[in-house]
DNA sequence: ATGACATTGGACCGTACGGTTAAAAGAGTC
DNA sequence: GACTCTTTTAACCGTACGGTCCAATGTCAT
């Protein structure tokens, strides 16, 4: 079974551990791990020690470096969210013409939200409780606002030059692109299941892809 | 303290607990409560006793007419899905022109939608668990196939008479109205505080409400 | 009036799970 | 080499909660 051979007072072995001490990539790993399982599982599904199974560490280092269950879960939204707007924040339109400018705004929101998942479920799980671990934090408010600010800009140079409408505020463009696109990942098991998976097919996805830019193009220009 | 007073003997009081048996009601009532305490915390953090408590009777009676806590979720998520079901079906569009058909569809499931948010607390649950005790039942589908159904008659009408254009489906309007409708109600809460409550007041709602329906309008005519 | 079903109520059970404890020892810093 | 912070391991604790049991009594149909 065991290795052991010619174990003439030899304790030998004894591999003597040994490992670098890096507590950001310790949290790092942590959180990511808790992530994927509250993304899965939402807040109450979520188990502690299966979280601990995903990392490379123990559920004790969990506790170690966050308080409890909760506050672990707070610290992973607002790491999903910190990191949303850090790519997001990439995104350069003022080169481009309002109108193109919120159409590649729109396509841009489409794809990432299509391509995080598990954002979209940490948010929908927060929303069911409500926004009750958001409503301590300032961060989403920051994020949101600076989502605004983008569209602001665009609306902005729009109206300015006649290609935007007068009547339609960010907020409204931004509320729309947010629900189209949101919806599209957040209620995608239920249709699934009415409509069948073949709804999501590329090329369909392509074709819902499209009706949301131009479902949100048409509401800001002006009418015919 | 307690009204003893004069107790000679006399038992009496003993209010022979007089009570009607009534299996449906009692069901009934159970389903009601629970459809608050899940739309309230989710599957995972729905607390039995605590449907039980906003029952009219007992936790023991919970067992007696539904297996167990999974099975109940069920029922609830399916006497939910009639329930709107029978709601929608009421709606007659047949006699108005199709434009002025989705348009009273869309103002419908947005007021409805809105009116019915422990429904739609439902569906995110549900939706955070992926459909899997939708999975199992046909009932959504049937309800989904009847919404797509309504939205088809007009396509075909709309389609017909050219004020609808050819190139779009009636599961993409359906989509749409979805995903505008549902996202007004499930996302209030992290939009809520991302924007504050105001978004919410009525005469911003009313613009929120005016947006979907343009918004679908403008995608379901031909282009100019 | 018999028997099946409905209802009441409370004590109870098993366990899954959040969180703690202990003790030891390596890493990093000065 | 002394001191603090980090990491490892695994057993352990307390309890909240899903679910059962008991046992009595009422209802209702035949």
Redesign the pocket.
């Known amino acids: 079974m065991s290795d052991i051979e010619a174990v003439d007072e030899v304790p030998d072995a004894e591999p003597?551990?040994?490992?670098?001490?890096?507590?950001e990539?310790?949290r790092a790993n942590i959180l990511a791990a808790a992530a994927e399982e509250f993304a899965e599982h939402g807040l109450t599904g979520?188990?502690?020690?299966e979280i601990a199974a995903r990392t490379?560490?123990?559920?004790?280092?969990i506790?170690?470096y966050f308080e409890?269950?909760?506050t672990l879960y707070r610290r992973v939204l607002e790491e999903a969210y910190r990191k949303v707007r850090g790519e997001e924040s990439s995104l350069d339109l003022s080169s481009l013409a309002p109108l193109d400018a919120l159409r590649k705004l729109v396509e841009f929101t489409f794809d990432h939200h299509r391509a995080n998942e598990s954002f979209i479920r940490l948010v929908m799980v927060e929303n069911v409780h409500k926004g009750r671990h958001l409503a301590t934090s300032d961060l989403i408010a920051r994020v949101n606002a600076s989502a605004i600010e983008r569209v602001h800009e665009i609306c902005a140079r729009g109206q300015e030059d006649g290609s935007i409408r007068a009547s339609v505020t960010p907020l409204e463009l931004h509320w729309m692109i947010s629900a189209l696109c949101f919806f599209n990942v957040s209620n995608r098991p239920s249709f699934g299941i009415s409509f069948g998976e073949h709804l999501f097919d590329p090329e369909n996805e392509e074709r819902l892809r499209a009706l949301t830019i131009e479902a949100v193009l048409s509401v800001a220009r002006p009418p015919r």
Chains 1, 2 share one sequence.
């Open positions: 003597k551990r040994r490992w670098k001490q890096d507590p990539a310790v979520a188990r502690v020690s490379r560490t123990s559920k004790r280092m506790y170690y409890d269950k909760e």
